[in-house]
Every structure is written in structure tokens, then in C-alpha cells.
């Protein structure tokens, strides 16, 4: 059995947490994830703090196991989002995009365990020290925001750097993925472009259906001179924002082209004018399955690469 520190600080069977997606990990999503033994975790992006709290609310009809809240640091209703997390008493918050260090001490009195999402060594030790529960480290192969060094590369540093459990991002989708990171010394994986890829997603069709087709180099990184840069599938939209930025356009026409362009790929199913967020693991992925299947999937294999690995060792 694949039990490790972040099955116990969680209370959850399975060292395998839903990574918090932005429009497409609803109550549907998180609620699967959580009764097949993971760790669902709503993904709040920029949305509206009543929306939120419905989340909350439908996630606890649907499931009695432990679920979490993802904060984007960057969203205009950070702050209201993080008072409906603690009135709603969410047991879990993981940040995105930036340093949520200020917000610690809140969490922490009222008991909420916290686990920001890091892309480097530095914040991770400083995210220790201001008294986080446990750190996941992304590499930049994953979908959405990314940094700029590879999980292969940032796992085991960030793993030699704190005493507190790592989870590792980006790039895992299947058994051979969990088990490569705890070879590198994570306790659990966060996975996200495999689970949009589930029957549970509430996201677009098309945009489900444009994932299984992807290859490995279909993806790509625009707005890296903006501050906030997003790997997504390649499209129109991705080309004219790379011409735009080759040309040295403002930060403030980049914005502009960028308004709404997630919702309008991943709910609205826009493949060309919508920004499809995907993980370069999208190449590996060929089939919409249920989310028990993915987890039981994914662990049994995990079991198996070990098991193999050991005989590797002994010459049997
Ligand atoms: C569609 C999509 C939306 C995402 N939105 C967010 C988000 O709002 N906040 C966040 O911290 N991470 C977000 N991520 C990152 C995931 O939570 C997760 O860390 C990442 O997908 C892991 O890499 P993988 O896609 O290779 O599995 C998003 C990823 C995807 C694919």
C-alpha cells in the first residue's frame, strides 16, 4: 500500500491531490476525487466569493472525506475568498501564483492546514519557515502558471531544503509518474491536466477532446514578459500572443488579450480564440475515464514500477 506523511496530515488513503484548476475543479470534480481517496481541491481563479462558498457547500453534499480550497494569490477576491474558506471551515488551502506568506498566521490559528504551490527552492525554505504543513513543488511541464525549472530538477532540491512533506507537480499522469516521485523523495503527486481529462470534469468537450489528441511538444508558454506566464495548447490564440510579445507589446495590450480567454477555452470550448491551460503530460493521455479509475489506475501501477524496480535490484 502506497501510504506516506501526506496520506496521514490529509486523513486521506491515497498520496494523490487534485491540483485546484481555475473554472474546472468544480464540487463534480473535487467531490470524485475525494471519495476515490485523493485529496480534491476546488480551483478558485479569479471567480466571486459567493461562487466559492456554493462550491464549498455542494463539495460537502456530495463527500464527507477531506477536500481543499486553491486561493490564487493574484485574483481581485483573494482576501474575500480567504474569509469564506474560514467561515466555511475548510480543513485545507493550497496557494497559486505568488507568496502567500502574509496569510499564514490566519490559516494556522484557525487551524487550517496550508500548502502553497512553489516553483523554487528559495520560497519553499521561506514558506517552511513562516510555518506552512507541507510544500508542492511544480515544474514548469505543468498546466497553467509555470516557473522555469523541471520537476525532474525541483523535487529532490526542494526535498533536500525542508523537513516538511513535498508533493511534486507537473508532468505526472499515470503509475510511472507517482512512483518517479517518490523515488525523488516527494510523499504524494499533485496531478491536473490527467483529471481534466476524467468524466467527472465539468470542462468543455472539446477542450477534453483536444487533450487526447495532443502530442508532447503541443503545448507551449506565452506571457512570460508579462509577469504571468501559462503553458496551454498551441492555437491562434497562443500564436498572435507570441507574435504580440516578439513585438514587444505593453504588458497592458497582453492583459487586454488575455481577458476571459480561459473561461472561453475550457468552459466555452473555444479551441482557436480560448486559452486551452494544459500540462506537456496532455501527450500521454488517450482516453475520458472515471476518476476512481484514473486513482486506482494510477496507484496499482505505482505498486507495480516499484515492485519491479526491487527485482531490478535483487536480478530476479
Ligand atoms: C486547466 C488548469 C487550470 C489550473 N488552474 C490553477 C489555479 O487556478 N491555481 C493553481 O494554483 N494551479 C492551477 N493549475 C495547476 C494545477 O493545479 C496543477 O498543479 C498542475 O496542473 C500540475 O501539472 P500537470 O497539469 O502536468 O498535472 C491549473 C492547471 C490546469 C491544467
Redesign the pocket.
Known amino acids: 500500500m502506497l501510504k506516506t506523511a501526506i496520506c496521514d496530515l490529509f486523513g486521506i488513503e491515497y498520496p494523490i491531490i487534485q ?4 473554472h ?1 475543479a468544480t464540487a463534480e470534480l473535487v467531490s470524485a476525487v475525494s471519495n476515490a481517496g485523493g485529496l480534491g481541491i476546488i ?1 478558485t ?1 479569479r471567480a466571486e466569493p459567493d461562487w466559492v462558498r456554493e462550491q464549498i457547500r455542494l463539495t460537502r453534499q456530495w463527500t464527507n472525506k477531506p477536500f481543499g480550497v ?1 486561493i ?1 494569490l493574484i485574483s481581485p477576491f483573494a482576501e474575500q475568498i480567504i474569509e469564506v474558506v474560514l467561515e466555511e471551515k475548510v480543513s485545507v488551502v ?1 496557494t ?2 505568488g507568496n502567500p506568506g502574509v496569510y499564514i498566521p490566519r490559516f494556522k490559528q484557525a487551524g487550517v492546514k496550508v500548502m502553497p ?1 512553489v516553483a523554487s527552492v528559495a520560497l519553499a525554505v521561506r514558506l517552511e519557515r513562516a510555518g506552512v504543513d507541507a510544500i ?1 513543488a ?1 515544474g514548469m ?5 509555470v516557473g522555469e525549472t523541471t520537476t525532474m530538477a525541483l523535487v529532490p532540491q526542494v526535498v533536500d531544503s525542508v523537513q516538511i512533506p513535498v508533493v511534486a ?5 499515470d503509475g510511472r509518474g507517482l512512483a518517479a516521485a517518490l523515488a525523488l523523495g516527494a510523499q504524494g503527486v ?5 483529471f ?1 481529462c476524467s468524466n467527472e470534469c465539468t470542462a468543455h468537450p472539446r477542450y477534453k477532446e483536444k487533450l487526447l489528441k495532443a502530442r508532447d511538444r503541443s503545448t507551449v508558454v506565452t506571457g512570460q514578459s508579462t509577469g504571468y506566464p501559462l503553458r496551454c495548447l498551441q492555437n491562434r490564440l497562443t500564436r498572435q500572443f507570441s507574435e504580440l510579445e516578439k513585438a514587444g507589446a505593453s504588458k497592458e495590450e497582453l492583459d487586454l488579450l488575455g481577458r476571459g480567454r480561459v473561461y472561453a477555452g ?1 468552459i466555452e470550448g473555444n479551441l482557436e480564440e480560448g486559452s486551452l ?5 496532455a501527450g500521454l493521455i488517450n482516453e475520458i475515464k472515471p476518476v476512481k479509475s484514473i486513482i486506482e489506475e494510477m496507484v496499482a501501477e505505482a505498486e507495480t514500477v516499484i515492485a519491479q524496480l526491487k527485482d531490478l535490484q535483487t536480478g530476479a
Open positions: 491540483g485546484g484548476m481555475a474546472v480551483g481563479g486553491n490564487l493550497t497559486g501564483a504551490v508542492v511544480e511541464e505543468s498546466g497553467g502558471e507537480a507537473g508532468g505526472i499522469g499533485q496531478v491536473g491536466t490527467r481534466v475550457l491551460l494544459s500540462g506537456q503530460i
